[in-house]
Nanobody
Framework: QVQLVESGGGLVQAGGSLRLSCAASGVTRFAFSINGMGWYRQAPGKERQLLASIPRSGSAHYADSVKGRFTISRDNAKNTVYLQMNSLKPEDTAVYYC????????WGQGTQVTVSS
């Protein structure tokens, strides 16, 4: 069974940056590489939403709320996907998760991002 472990969250002031990582285990490099991957977040009282996705090849896609501020990338050799977050805003406060872009794997525990104003 695939396990996803997110890390890199924390408390940051508005305008700051964080880099999140998500490592997948229990999956071969090939199986990881052929999956489109995504970063999601869930704020208190709100549904989980897809923020950014990166296909096996081609361009990444972003939600309007993070476009121009967040960058998703992946390292298939490490079974890892990253999310560089710049110009953070208080409304970015949430628990951040990764998964395939079809949410085909079990969810990890997520990593908390808190942006203070």
């Amino acid at each position: 069974q695939v396990q996803l472990v997110e890390s890199g969250g924390g408390l940051v002031q508005a305008g700051g940056s964080l880099r999140l990582s998500c490592a997948a285990s229990g999956v071969t490099r090939f199986a990881f590489s052929i999956n489109g991957m995504g970063w999601y977040r869930q704020a208190p009282g709100k549904e989980r939403q897809l923020l950014a996705s990166i296909p096996r090849s081609g361009s990444a896609h972003y939600a309007d709320s993070v476009k121009g501020r967040f960058t998703i990338s992946r390292d298939n050799a490490k079974n890892t996907v990253y999310l560089q977050m710049n110009s953070l805003k208080p409304e970015d406060t949430a628990v951040y998760y990764c998964n395939t872009d079809a949410t085909g794997w079990s969810w990890g525990q997520g990593t908390q991002v808190t942006v203070s104003s």
